[in-house]
């Protein structure tokens, strides 16, 4: 730390000169809306990169904090007139600062948990479910809070916002169709989704099967590697993508499905991130895009449904999927329903995906926004297509009625 970056950073160099400094990003960013401080905007983030890459300022932890405080969210890169493509550079420029870098610094210790636990999905991942189950369950969650430990360790906020960990999915390789087979599928659990979330996965698998689709699992998947995309690992991110196109690109199949809009998200960009041999040889989609594209059988019927629904709309889907369209057109099949866009959708709630973790004060903060918004809204439950941005919400208004939209929706076929 606290020396000139050299040789300049060509390549950051170059993608930061697209940048005119107009400024039409600050609006759409959240951590600017928070703090007003142009070094936590995309133009001031621009600048401090560009500078660091030119060797003109310090890699100091002050401007390290300026990296990390922003959430990746990517809503400035779609509003920017130069298509500077600041998804990109903020991850090459984390990549400066990661462990065992020329700038390498140290990172927190709940993050480097988090990321070597979800690169060892099938081992070192499921052994950290089953210890949280069994200290949720054996009482020594009780013991630990009463105790006061977790206030002392300062791990108290992280420990709270942690939601029970069900029972393992032990999903199969493969669901058949139910009736006739129109093609099969495969589909991406998801590491988080997969230990937290319980009732999507198995959700979507059942949806699929009713539709016609066979749903072939492929035990050796693992992680997307979105979380050490963003956190300055580009070559761990790369063979977990590799790990997934090589567990997926043997299997004859129409399409590979996500139902996690971040996991998709990043899926969609391998190949453009890793290099063509790293891309899936079928096309990606988020669960409901798929499911809003084909024909619904016309024996299919929905039971009514006399709520009112808040659409979350994550980042990820907004700014690099296709948005709320789907889940739109989808909710629009139940009777009675009515389902609305959640105002200020445009913001992040926060959870980001490690951000809750390392920037829990912002991701507090956004969080608080997101609430308010939900409580304007006077709505039944919530809608998301993010198991992240789910946990983060309900860790913030405990016992909101919170779902995926497939869901809801085969919570309401009645007949087949
Ligand atoms: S990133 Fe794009 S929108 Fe933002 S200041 Fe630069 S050119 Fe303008
Ligand atoms: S990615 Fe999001 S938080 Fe980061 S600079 Fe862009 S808009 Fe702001």
């Known amino acids: 730390m606290d020396q000139p970056v050299t040789p300049p950073d060509q390549q950051i160099l170059k993608e930061t000169d697209q940048c005119v400094l107009c400024g039409l990003c600050l609006p759409h960013c959240p951590t600017y809306h928070l703090t007003r401080n142009e070094a936590e905007s995309p133009r001031g983030r621009i600048s401090l990169m560009q500078a660091l890459a030119r060797g003109q300022l310090q890699a100091d932890a002050e401007l390290k904090g300026h990296l990390d405080r922003c959430l990746v969210c990517r809503s400035c890169e779609r509003v920017c007139p130069s298509q500077v493509p600041y998804g990109k550079l903020i991850d090459e420029a984390r990549a400066l600062f990661a462990p065992g870098a020329a700038q390498s610094s140290s990172r927190s210790v709940p993050l480097q948990q988090l990321l070597d636990s979800v690169a060892d999905k099938q081992g070192r991942l499921r052994q950290v479910a089953k210890g949280l189950r069994l200290y949720q369950r054996s009482g020594a969650q009780w013991l630990a809070r009463q105790s006061g430990l977790l206030r002392g360790l300062k791990l108290d906020g992280l420990e709270q916002a942690l939601p029970n960990v069900p029972e393992p999915l032990n999903l199969k390789s493969y669901y058949p169709p139910q009736g006739e087979k129109r093609a099969d599928v495969a589909l991406f659990t998801g590491c988080i989704g997969e230990m937290m979330d319980d009732g999507t996965l198995p959700s979507a698998i059942k949806l699929l099967n009713i539709l016609g689709y066979g749903v072939q699992i492929p035990?050796?998947?693992?992680?997307?590697?979105?979380?050490?995309?963003?956190?300055?690992?580009?070559?761990?991110?790369?063979?977990?993508?590799?790990?997934?196109?090589?567990?997926?690109?043997?299997?004859?199949?129409?399409?590979?499905?996500?139902?996690?809009?971040?996991?998709?998200?990043?899926?969609?960009?391998?190949?453009?991130?890793?290099?063509?041999?790293?891309?899936?040889?079928?096309?990606?989609?988020?669960?409901?895009?798929?499911?809003?594209?084909?024909?619904?059988?016309?024996?299919?019927?929905?039971?009514?449904?006399?709520?009112?629904?808040?659409?979350?709309?994550?980042?990820?889907?907004?700014?690099?999927?296709?948005?709320?369209?789907?889940?739109?057109?989808?909710?629009?099949?139940?009777?009675?329903?009515?389902?609305?866009?959640?105002?200020?959708?445009?913001?992040?709630?926060?959870?980001?995906?490690?951000?809750?973790?390392?920037?829990?004060?912002?991701?507090?903060?956004?969080?608080?926004?997101?609430?308010?918004?939900?409580?304007?809204?006077?709505?039944?439950?919530?809608?998301?297509?993010?198991?992240?941005?789910?946990?983060?919400?309900?860790?913030?208004?405990?016992?909101?009625?919170?779902?995926h939209p497939i869901a809801l929706l085969l919570q309401q076929i009645t007949s087949v």
């Not at 296709?322 to 959708?345: C, D, F, H, Y």
């Open 219 to 403: 035990v050796s998947q693992g992680c997307c590697g979105s979380l050490h995309q963003h956190n300055g690992e580009p070559e761990q991110a790369k063979s977990l993508a590799h790990i997934n196109v090589t567990a997926f690109n043997g299997l004859e199949v129409e399409a590979v499905i996500g139902t996690g809009s971040g996991c998709t998200a990043q899926l969609r960009e391998y190949a453009a991130r890793y290099g063509e041999e790293n891309g899936f040889k079928v096309a990606v989609y988020d669960i409901c895009d798929f499911l809003a594209t084909i024909e619904w059988p016309e024996q299919i019927c929905f039971r009514p449904l006399k709520q009112r629904i808040a659409i979350h709309e994550p980042c990820a889907s907004r700014n690099l999927l296709n948005g709320m369209a789907s889940v739109q057109k989808l909710l629009a099949m139940i009777p009675e329903l009515v389902a609305r866009p959640l105002a200020n959708n445009n913001r992040c709630c926060g959870a980001a995906g490690s951000y809750m973790v390392t920037q829990p004060a912002l991701a507090d903060a956004l969080r608080r926004e997101k609430l308010s918004a939900i409580t304007a809204a006077s709505a039944d439950a919530v809608v998301s297509t993010n198991i992240g941005c789910a946990l983060h919400i309900q860790a913030g208004r405990p016992g909101l009625e919170l779902h």
